[in-house]
Nanobody
């Protein structure tokens, strides 16, 4: 069973930075597409960024140039470096993994950006 555990959320001032990390277990990590999604109350969960096993990345337009996703296959971790944070980035951020047709989600970590 895949387990994803996020860390690194918190409160930051607008313009600041945070780094989220997600540790994966119970899967062949290097074969998984990994990603980050976020959700605010009353809204659908939305894609933030993904990274394939080969290292190709994809970003939501709203975070391009500010966020960077990366993975460390030796440590089974995926990270999201978030710079130039804006109040509209406030959300619960979820780590995501996909292997073939099997999806898994972390429990989420709160990111709050104060104006």
């Amino acid at each position: 069973q895949v387990q994803l555990v996020e860390s690194g959320g918190g409160l930051v001032q607008a313009g600041g930075s945070l780094r989220l990390s997600c540790a994966a277990s119970g899967t062949i990590f290097r074969l998984n597409t990994m990603g980050w999604y976020r959700q605010t109350p009353g809204e659908q969960r939305e894609l933030v960024a993904t990274i394939t096993p080969g290292g190709s990345t994809n970003y939501a337009y709203s975070v391009m140039g500010r966020f960077t996703i990366s993975r460390d296959n030796a440590k089974n971790t995926v990270s999201l470096q978030m710079n130039s944070l804006k109040p509209e980035d406030t959300a619960v951020y979820y780590c995501y993994s996909r292997y073939v047709s099997s999806d898994a989600w972390g429990q989420g970590t709160q990111v709050t950006v104060a104006s």
